[in-house]
């Protein structure tokens, strides 16, 4: 289907270190949508000194190049991100 953005990822399950996108163009924003069940992930965003809550329905646009972000342990619950 037709999309605006360059690429899309599936991630299950997984913790994710904190990372910059190196492949994002740093004027264009990514999606990040938590979808699942059951589930209290954190998105960190450190260089913001920030934690949101990222339960599932949740959808956020950060400028993923240029700013480090990540998901530590979230305990229990199914935890699916479309990025």
Known sequence: WPSTFSGI??????EMPHHRNPGASPS???LLVSL???HQAV???PDLGAQ???PPGTMV???GKVLE????????GE???IA
């Open 9 to 14: 990822e599936v991630i299950v399950n997984r």
């Open 28 to 30: 264009v924003y990514d």
């Open 36 to 38: 699942g069940q059951d």
């Open 43 to 45: 998105l960190d965003l």
């Open 52 to 54: 949101l809550g990222y």
């Open 61 to 63: 646009y950060i400028a």
């Open 69 to 76: 972000h990540g998901i530590p342990r979230w305990g229990d």
């Open 79 to 81: 935890r699916i991100v």
